[in-house]
């Protein structure tokens, strides 16, 4: 019995540090050029249906944070989908929601990719399709990064926008949380 209970006293502890690290790295994250804010449920589903998502899009998500919106897509398209992030805190919270999501079955792709690293390094010329929400400015670093992207590629961004005489932009205001900007590259 006494066995027991200091189990249970050391799981609630694991638990306990786990939250402090992850409570932690966010509030760190206020830093950084865009900090941890996920992107709400709701949005997240306007987003992918606004990306007419097609059978051969490769997907990526630029500062997935969490992975709410690759898990989104990869729990519903069988596309290849990438997120990519620069904490390391959340790549591993990503991966292990893509493997709990693999356990119970509910992942319609195997052609999944969870990257530690900097977005702004990152060549995108392989992706047809790019989620993101960072920042306006954080949005302008990538300009360069984004005209990589193949011809007929969209990038559906919440929130923020960047220029391009590459692009075409257009602009969705949703009721209450903000607007999506769909881009499209030009031929
Ligand atoms: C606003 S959050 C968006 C999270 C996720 N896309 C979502 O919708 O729930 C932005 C993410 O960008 C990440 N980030 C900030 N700067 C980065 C960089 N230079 N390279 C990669 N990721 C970065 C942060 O760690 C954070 O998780």
Redesign the pocket.
């Given at each position: 019995m006494t066995a027991f209970i200091i189990i249970i006293q050391l799981i609630y502890l694991l638990l306990a540090i786990i939250l402090v690290i992850y409570l932690i790295n966010i509030i760190f994250?206020f830093k950084?050029?865009?900090?941890?804010?996920?992107?709400p449920y709701k949005v997240i589903k306007q987003m992918i249906k606004l990306a007419e998502i097609k059978p051969a899009d490769k997907i990526i998500?630029l500062?997935?944070?969490?992975g709410?919106?690759i898990l989104k897509v990869a729990c519903h398209y069988p596309n290849s989908v990438t997120g990519?992030?620069?904490?390391s805190v959340?790549i591993l919270t990503t991966k292990f929601r893509f493997w709990l999501n693999k356990v119970f079955k509910k992942l319609k792709t195997k052609n999944y990719k969870i990257i530690k690293?900097?977005?702004?390094e990152f060549e995108l010329s392989d992706y047809s399709l790019v989620f993101c929400?960072?920042t306006n400015t954080a949005m302008e670093k990538l300009k360069e990064n984004f005209e990589q992207l193949p011809a007929g590629s969209r990038i559906i961004s919440y929130h923020f926008h960047f220029a391009s005489d590459k692009f075409s932009e257009k602009m969705i205001p949703l009721s209450k949380r903000g607007k999506i900007f769909i881009y499209q590259k030009l031929g």
């Open positions: 994250s950084k050029l865009v900090p941890y804010v996920p992107t998500d500062g997935s944070g969490s709410r919106i990519i992030d620069n904490s959340l690293g900097n977005f702004l929400f960072l």
